[in-house]
C-alpha cells in the first residue's frame, strides 16, 4: 500500500528519499537549499510513499503573481519524477487529484512539461500556452559601475533578501513574496551572478558571457528605468536578453519563447490574455 504524503521537509527520513529521487532523476538536491533555510513553505512536495520510501512526487509551489498590476494566487507545479521501477502504474494521476483539490482557490496553475505529457496535463484542465521574449541589441558607451555581490556570505544574503523585500522596480509580470525561490538559484549555482550599483541603489540578477547579457530580475526603490540598469553594465554587453516581462518595452524587440522538449501549460483566470499581452513567466520563478 501507499500514501500520499506532503508538508514534511522537516522529516528528515522523508527529505532524504525525496532527494535520492530528485538526484537521481534530475541531478538535483535540495539538502543545501533546505540547510540554508530557504526551503519554506511556499515549496511543497507532493509525494507517493510506499514502505516508507518516496516513490513518485509532484511539488506545488506557491508562486503569487503580479500580471497587467493585478495580484493573482498562483501555483507552479514541478519536480514531477517516479521511480523507475514504479513508472506506469498511475502515481502521478494519483498525486495530481490531490493537487487538485488543494488548488481549487487558486487564479492560475502553470507547469512545464516535456514532450511526452503532452496529452497528460489537459486531462486535467491544463492547455497549451505560449510565452514570449524581449531582447535588444545595445551599443553601451561607460564603463560597468555594477559590481558582483558574491552570494556566498550570510550577511550578502540578507542584503540582498533586504532589497527584494523593498523592491519597487515595475514589471509586467513579476513573482512575490518568494524570495527562497530565487534564493535556490543564487544561493547555489548562481551565486556569481548577482550585482549592485550604489550610484542606481539597484540589485540586479545576470548572466553575462561573451557579450551576451540574460537580465533575470532587477530590484530597486528608487524611480529608475531598465535602459539605466543596462546602461550600468558597461561596453561588455553588446545583447541584452530579459528573464521577465518588462513594463516598458520600447526599444526591445519580443519573440516567441520556445525551449526543445518543454512546453508550457496553464489554467485558470490568471493566464487569460498571457499571450495576447505577451508574457513570459519570469525566469528564476521555475520551480
Keep these: 500500500m501507499y500514501e500520499i504524503v506532503k508538508n514534511y521537509r522537516n522529516d528528515e527520513h522523508l527529505r532524504r528519499s525525496f532527494n535520492a529521487l530528485a538526484e537521481k532523476t534530475f541531478g538535483l538536491n535540495f539538502e543545501n537549499w533546505y540547510q540554508l533555510g530557504y526551503w519554506g513553505d511556499n515549496y511543497n512536495p507532493y509525494s507517493l510513499v510506499m514502505d516508507g520510501e518516496v516513490v513518485a512526487n509532484v511539488s506545488l509551489n506557491r508562486t503569487d503573481m503580479v500580471i497587467g498590476g493585478e495580484r493573482k494566487r498562483v501555483y507552479q507545479l514541478g519536480t514531477v519524477m ?9 502515481f502521478i494521476r494519483a498525486i495530481m487529484a490531490e493537487i487538485e483539490k488543494d488548488t481549487a482557490d487558486a487564479d492560475g496553475v502553470y507547469l512545464f512539461g516535456n514532450d511526452n505529457v503532452v496529452e497528460f496535463y489537459p486531462k486535467f484542465g491544463f492547455v497549451p500556452d505560449r510565452e514570449f521574449v524581449w531582447e535588444r541589441d545595445v551599443a553601451q558607451k561607460g564603463p ?3 559590481a558582483r555581490v558574491m552570494m556566498d556570505s550570510a550577511e550578502n544574503r540578507d542584503r540582498f533578501a533586504a532589497a527584494m523585500a523593498e523592491s519597487t522596480f515595475p514589471a509586467a509580470c513579476h513573482m512575490v513574496d518568494n524570495p527562497g525561490l530565487i534564493f535556490f538559484y543564487v544561493a547555489q549555482f ?8 550604489e550610484a542606481l541603489d539597484a540589485w540586479a ?22 535602459d539605466e540598469v543596462i546602461a550600468a553594465f558597461g561596453t561588455e554587453v553588446r545583447h541584452v536578453t530579459l528573464g521577465f516581462s518588462p513594463a516598458d518595452t520600447a526599444g526591445f524587440t519580443c519573440r516567441e519563447w520556445k525551449e526543445e522538449d518543454c512546453n508550457f501549460f496553464t489554467k485558470g483566470p490568471a493566464f487569460a490574455g498571457f499571450t495576447q499581452k505577451k ?3 519570469p525566469t528564476l520563478s521555475h520551480a
Design 82 to 90: 517516479t521511480a523507475e521501477e514504479h513508472r506506469n502504474k498511475g
Design 144 to 146: 560597468c559601475t555594477m
Design 190 to 197: 548562481m551565486q556569481d551572478c548577482v550585482y549592485y550599483s
Design 205 to 226: 540578477i545576470a548572466e553575462i558571457e561573451d557579450g551576451e547579457m540574460t537580465l533575470h530580475n532587477v530590484f530597486s526603490t528608487r524611480d529608475i528605468s531598465l
Design 279 to 281: 508574457l513570459r513567466i
